[in-house]
């Protein structure tokens, strides 16, 4: 039994982890200095995510592929220039703020209406896929309350992978304690899936697909309407970055014997 | 002032017992000195709820059956609610086990409340309880209050002591729940044989950066020998092995790599924020979203060839400016005898 799958991707926007980030005090709470200055790239664990689903919905015919993203459209037209040559979907964008400072449970309303917005949305073969955390708020409190809106009690996070059987019932692998995995199977959709990084490589630029999604991505990216997002829940004291400097010893031209008798000794508590 | 009742949500492991981080988060209950509710979900409870009999605790509220043995959000997320209603309590803190992770900011949302994961520590200002927490991983700090209730926090482990009274008899209350989940969880799936991930209980975290798959002073790669070198190092020191997304991400890109490393091996932006006692980081480059998942690692050390780079300077305790294969073949030699 082969199930066409409707597939949405919740994905947001974080600042290139290579740049410099420092907070700001702005009128509704905190903020990142310079922020719609800073490059953008699609959420890492929401990255794997849209990979994961380009491969499932390619092993499946008929299957569709939606990017669901709360962010600055303008942010989210550049990030897209990018993404879109990795793998084939249809971009729903709702243009809002991508702080990591904005509640998760607001961005997740806004997300989950998104979907239900989408035409002929069918829940006996809805996935939802999403990152299990982001990078910016690293709350893995966003996708849950995604699934609740949408009535899915079958939520997996910290997924590495997703097996979806002869019988329509998905073999899933999500992240434990202690570097290991708990192995469940799911009967079938509608379910919702917290990538981690997941198995798969990023996958290569494809101008043909790049070219094929734009066609769809500038409209949706015109016609992104702008987030209600609900009252910050949150009161923030301060946002600072961490302090602690240490001093740091550097030890030049010493012998390599010398160097790791010190190492041997540190690790043994000597 | 009046102090807010707490309800401590915690889950047995497959063994029955309660873990270390749920005893932190129960010892951080009970020093706030509120009111404090004990809920508790798992196959068989009892043993448990007795471990911790003596917290102080007003109730012991309990969800237990074979279908609440073991994590499920279906199930969990019942329990958790269930618990929650019944305690009433406008506070709720769980340890931040991957369990409650999955299901409580949902159970939150069903409670019509607000949850803030990954806590770090709990202060009160003017009687009202005030979060820390990381942003943007673990590259600032904020600390927070709301104002919603109930309001869910779970606490990461590793920032209490745990909770070590003398254990006793506890009295308790059993709630009826059923849930109609439709998933099976089959079991736990291990690392192979011989394979070294984030082990949160080693005491040392060893750090493999991509400059062991890179040209060395010959012009050629040694990637067999690094292997080698870095498995009798974890074979001797029994040390969690860590690495770089970029190392990890080398095997996408088709160039030699390690072929023990995985992204469950990965620290940093993507990967996991280990708080090891110490960490020894060998050929990484000192880019901050490398730093970022050294953050709480407590004693730092580092051998890399660049004396500038960004870990240099203020993030490791001590920077040995060497070749790690030729540091590393003589450590692992020390430790043999």
């Known amino acids: ?270 | 002032m009046k102090m807010e009742p707490v309800l401590v949500l915690l889950h047995t492991e497959a063994d029955g017992a309660l873990a270390k981080a749920a005893l932190e988060v129960l010892a951080a209950a009970v020093a706030g000195r509120a009111p404090v509710d004990v809920g508790l979900v798992g196959s068989v409870v009892q043993p448990a709820a007795d471990r911790v009999a003596g917290c102080g605790a007003r109730r012991f509220l309990a969800v237990e059956g074979e279908e609440f043995a073991q994590p499920r959000y279906a199930t969990d997320a019942a329990a958790a609610e269930a618990l929650a209603r019944a305690s009433g309590a406008p506070l709720i803190f769980a340890p931040a086990s991957s369990r409650w992770m999955r299901v409580l900011p949902g159970v939150a949302h069903r409670l019509g409340g607000c949850a803030d994961t990954h806590v770090t520590s709990l202060s009160r200002q003017d009687g009202k309880p005030v979060i820390t927490r990381w942003y943007y991983r673990q590259r600032m700090e904020a600390a927070l209050e709301r104002a919603a209730r109930p309001w869910v926090i779970l606490l990461e482990s590793g920032c209490y002591e745990a909770w070590s009274g003398a254990p006793g008899t506890a009295r308790l209350e059993r709630l009826p729940v059923t849930a109609a989940p439709r998933t099976r969880v089959e079991g736990v799936q291990a690392p192979q044989s011989g394979q070294q991930t984030i082990r949160p209980d080693a005491a040392l975290l060893f750090v493999a950066g991509a400059g062991w798959t890179k040209n060395q002073a010959d012009g050629k790669p040694h990637v067999a020998e690094a292997e080698k070198l870095i498995l009798e190092f974890l074979d001797r020191t029994q040390c969690s092995l860590g690495s770089s997304k970029s190392l990890v991400d080398l095997s996408g890109e088709g160039q030699a790599v390690l072929g023990f490393l995985s992204h469950l091996n990965q620290v940093g932006q993507t990967g996991s924020t280990p708080r090891h006692p110490k960490g020894l980081a060998t050929c990484c480059h000192g880019e901050e979203p490398h730093v970022v998942g050294w953050r709480f690692v407590t004693e730092r050390r580092a051998v890399n060839l660049d004396a500038n780079c960004g870990w240099a300077r203020g993030k490791a305790d001590v920077v040995y400016v060497a070749d790690a294969f030729a540091v590393m073949a003589k450590l692992n030699e020390l430790l043999r005898s």
């Open chain 1, 1 to 270: 039994m082969s199930i066409a799958y409707q597939i949405a991707v919740c994905a947001g926007i974080v600042p290139d982890p290579l740049q410099t980030l420092d907070p700001v005090a702005g009128p509704a709470g905190p903020a990142l200095k310079n922020e719609m200055m800073l490059p953008a790239v699609l959420d890492p664990w929401a990255a794997h995510a849209l990979y994961e689903a380009a491969n499932l919905a390619r092993q499946h015919a008929g299957s569709k592929v939606w990017l669901v993203s709360l962010s600055p459209k303008a942010k989210l037209q550049q990030v897209m220039m990018t993404v879109a040559q990795k793998a084939p979907f249809e971009l729903i964008a709702i243009d809002g703020p991508s702080s990591g400072f904005t509640d998760s449970a607001a961005v997740a309303a806004a997300l989950a209406a998104a979907i239900e917005g989408i035409p002929g949305l069918d829940r006996s073969r809805l996935l939802v896929f999403g990152g299990w955390e982001s990078a910016s708020r690293g709350a893995g409190a966003t996708m849950q309350v995604v699934g609740e809106l949408l009535g899915i009690t079958e939520q997996f996070q910290g997924v590495d992978e997703l097996t979806a059987g002869p019988d329509g019932s998905l073999r899933i692998l999500e992240r434990i304690e202690g570097g290991c995995h708990q192995v469940s199977v799911c009967a079938g959709p509608p379910a919702l899936l917290g990538w981690a990084t997941g198995k798969l490589p990023e996958p290569r630029n494809n101008p043909q697909v790049g070219m094929a999604n734009m066609r769809s991505i500038l409209p949706a990216l015109q016609k992104a309407r702008p987030a209600v997002l609900g009252p910050a829940g949150a009161q923030f004291h301060g946002v600072a970055l961490p302090k602690q400097q240490r001093q740091t010893r550097i030890v030049k031209d010493a012998p390599v014997e010398e160097i790791a008798r010190e190492i041997a000794a540190w690790i043994r508590g000597e």
